[in-house]
Each structure stands twice: as C-alpha cells, then as structure tokens.
C-alpha cells in the first residue's frame, strides 16, 4: 500500500509505503464501540458525594423524649427526615465507573479506525510543521493550504471536531499554533488511540517514517 505524502503548503512531496497490518485492518465495530465506551468510562471524574446520617454533623442527643410530648418520636437529628441531616440514596464519590479494555484490545480497535479512515479518504501524510514559533496565524495558513487537497476541504471549514494532528515526536511550538483552534487537536503519536480518532473527522500524521516506525512497533507487541 501507498500513499501520498505532502508539503505544508500543499503541494506533494512522494510517495511513502504503508504496512496492511495498520491500514488494511478488517472493520470491526463492536471492538472500537467496546474499547471507546471503556475509555470514556475511565475518564469520567466522579464529582457529586453526599453524606449520609453517619457523615453530617450534630445529631449527638435525641432531640425530645420518646413519649409524653405528642410529637413525632425521633432519635436523631442527622436524620434524612431532619434539615441538615443526611442524605439517602444519594451519589458517592467512591463509585467507581472504569472498564477494562487490555493493551490488545486497544491497539486492534486503533488500527480497525486507522483503516477506516484511510480508506474513506480521511488520513493526510505531511512531512513536517516547520513552526520556529508558536504562531497561530502560521497555523491558519498551513490550514487553508491543506484544505487545498482533494478531499480535505473541510480541514479549514469544518466547526467542531475537524482534525487531529499526530505528531512524530513531541512538538511544543506545532501544538501553541493551533492552541487557539477549538476543532483542532493536537497530540504525539504515541498517545494515538481510537476515542481521539472517532471524536475528529481527519487525521493528520506528521513525520510520517518516524511516525509509522512507532505504529510498526505497536503490531509487535500485539504480537507477543
């Protein structure tokens, strides 16, 4: 499998092979559905904690005697029928909502959106993102150049959700260019993974040899 690496300004570079392990794997939607849900679910911060009668404070003597007033008898006042006392029922942090998705399992769900991608037309190889600063307007340009290629017209038009560029290494000034873009994602390609790719339309990869290498070394350790 080939594929056609560009220039930032749009123009094409050459040709670079692609291993059919990563962009030529069967589609399978159940392995990505189950492995997107469990990141999700791993990701979730567990916010809403209400106390219970044990946790709210007061409640230390019974407020009337149990007999002889005509009211209500009660023992506490932390008790959830009291204001101020606990609550029933009600969320704990302590839940935990995580899912387990392996090394496996996830390396194959990535590959499975890889593939999809590429062949709906959505994964562009760049060279390179020459930034020697964090230049937002450089940025744009590098845009409205890309969206130049058949196909990836919506790189500079679409809203929400337009790209993900994956970076060989780890690039501070590539990723503060497009900081002020919300439809863009930026990332090293080690961290690639299937929620990212299904959260955006295209994906770019930049250095694209070193790039592959590290998708490459991924395969072997399915493999093991």
Do not use: C
Request: hydrophobic residues 35%; glycine residues 10%; aromatic residues 8%.
């Amino acid at each position: 499998m080939k594929a056609t690496v560009y220039k930032i300004d749009g123009s094409e570079k050459g040709k670079i092979d692609l291993p059919g392990d990563i962009f030529d794997a069967r589609w399978n939607p159940e392995l990505v559905h189950q492995v997107v849900v469990s990141m999700q679910a791993n990701a979730r911060t567990v916010v809403a904690h209400t106390k219970d009668r044990s946790d709210v404070r007061g409640g230390g003597r019974k407020p009337w005697r149990q007999k002889g007033t005509g009211r209500a008898r009660h023992g506490s006042r932390r008790s959830p029928l009291w204001i101020g006392g606990g609550v029933t029922f009600g969320p704990l942090k302590q839940r935990l909502f995580g899912k387990k998705a392996n090394k496996k399992m996830r390396a194959k769900a990535l590959f499975s959106v890889l593939s999809k991608k590429f062949e709906e037309g959505e994964v562009m190889f760049v060279d390179g993102f020459s930034f020697t600063e964090p230049k937002t307007s450089a940025a744009k340009d590098v845009l409205v150049k890309l969206s130049g290629i058949k196909g990836f017209e919506g790189v500079a038009t679409k809203r929400n959700n337009a790209v993900f560029i994956a970076t060989g290494e780890k690039e501070e000034n590539t990723a503060r260019s497009f900081a002020n873009f919300g439809n863009i994602e930026v990332d090293e390609v080690r961290n690639l993974n299937a929620m990212d790719l299904m959260n955006n339309k295209y994906l770019i990869i930049a250095n694209p040899e070193k790039s592959l290498e590290f998708l490459t070394s991924k395969i072997k350790q399915e493999n093991k």
